[in-house]
C-alpha cells in the first residue's frame, strides 16, 4: 500500500463522511442500481482499504461500483451531485492502482 495514496484517500474519505447524500442524486440510478446503493457499497470498500484490508472481493465490488459511477458522471450537471459521484470515483480510482489486481479479473 502506498502511503501518498492512503493519505489522499484518507482525507477524501473524511470529507466525504462529512456530507449528506445530494438531494440531486436521490432516486437517479445507473445500469439498474440505485445510486445510494453503488455509495454505500463503495463506502463499505473504502472503509476496507483505509482499515488496511481490502478483500479480493472488496475489490471487485469497487471496481464495478467505480464503472458505473464513471459511466454517470457525464449525464450529472456539475452541482453537489457530481461531485459526490467524482470524489467516490476518485477513491475508488485511487484504490485500484494501489491493490493488487485479482488474478483473473
Same mark, same amino acid.
Given at each position: 500500500m ?7 484517500v ?19 440510478e ?8 453503488l ?6 470498500c473504502?472503509?476496507?482499504?483505509v482499515?488496511? *484490508?481490502?478483500?479480493d472481493?472488496q475489490?471487485l ?7 458505473a459511477?464513471r459511466?454517470?458522471?457525464? *449525464? ?10 467524482? *470524489?467516490?470515483v *476518485?477513491?475508488?480510482d485511487?484504490?485500484?492502482?494501489d ?7
Amino acid at each position: 500500500m502506498s502511503w501518498a495514496t492512503s493519505d489522499e484517500v484518507s482525507v477524501l474519505w473524511a470529507e466525504h463522511l462529512g456530507l449528506a447524500f445530494p438531494d440531486d442524486l436521490k432516486g437517479v440510478e445507473i445500469h439498474g442500481e440505485p445510486v445510494a446503493l453503488l455509495d454505500a457499497y463503495t463506502a463499505g470498500c473504502v472503509t476496507g482499504y483505509v482499515g488496511g *484490508r481490502l478483500s479480493d472481493h472488496q475489490r471487485l465490488v469497487l471496481d464495478d461500483c467505480a464503472r458505473a459511477l464513471r459511466d454517470l458522471l457525464p *449525464r450529472l450537471r456539475h452541482g453537489e451531485g457530481h461531485g459526490y459521484v467524482a *470524489r467516490l470515483v *476518485r477513491m475508488a480510482d485511487l484504490i485500484l492502482s494501489d491493490s493488487p489486481r485479482v488474478p483473473g479479473s
